[in-house]
């Protein structure tokens, strides 16, 4: 199993302490699988300087594709062994820049509801880490 660094890019802070706690708990979690790092971001311009020049850019967009918890394993065990950073993108309550997605080598989505941005990064870490412990063969998914 190939090492992978992690970048999220999100615009906005976390303030709501159970967002905030929540979130932390999964990057500590995921400490042990990855090199991870979260980016908070305050606005489009700045989210655009925060994404890495090489990395694999995956926005995260409701018209992304749909992966299960194991295809999202399996995806990034397969860019794991050919990129050395996955970058997620999240953007703020007006989405990501149209740029920013064209520019993207991938879209995902993690439903095809609306998802309020902190909930949305919440959820992309839960899953981020859940594949993390599929890639491992560990009992956390089932």
Known sequence: MAAV????????KLKEAH????VDEYV?????????????????????K????????VAMT?????RSSEELAARIEELAGRV?????????ADGIPADVVKAAHEKLSLSR?????????LVLFEQ????????KGEPYHH
Request: proline share 4%.
């Open 128 to 135: 981020i880490y859940r594949a993390m412990t599929i890639r």
């Open 84 to 92: 050395t950073e996955l970058c997620f993108v999240i953007g703020g």
């Open 19 to 22: 967002y905030r706690d929540a």
């Open 62 to 66: 409701i018209d992304g594709k749909a």
């Open 50 to 57: 925060a994404i890495p020049p090489r990395a694999h850019v």
């Open 28 to 48: 500590g979690r995921l400490r042990h699988y990855a090199t991870i790092e979260e980016v908070e971001v305050r606005d489009d311009a700045a989210l655009r």
């Open 113 to 121: 509801m609306t998802l309020p941005h902190r909930l949305a990064r």
């Open 5 to 12: 660094k992690i970048r999220v890019v999100a615009v906005g």
